[in-house]
């Protein structure tokens, strides 16, 4: 793995300290990202979650209720 941190001048201990830190970070969120699999497929859960939320509150009048009018003329959370 290359850093993305480049040392290029000597720097003061709080520099080194919040490089040390930065560097740590970036190897936990890369480490993170290897070992959770398919975007895709994790994508495509929550595509379904969000469809299945705008249904149901297309379902609630109080909700729709100052929605625009779709082509049926129905007032609904248009995406």
Known sequence: ???????????????????????SL???VFSEKE???????RLARLEEKFDALIACLNKNSSVTANCPKNSEGKRQIQL
């Open 1 to 23: 793995m290359v850093s993305r941190v480049k040392a290029s001048v000597p720097t003061s201990k709080s520099d080194s300290e919040l490089e040390l830190r930065l560097k």
């Open 26 to 28: 970036e190897e936990k």
């Open 35 to 41: 070992n959770t699999g398919d975007y895709g497929d």
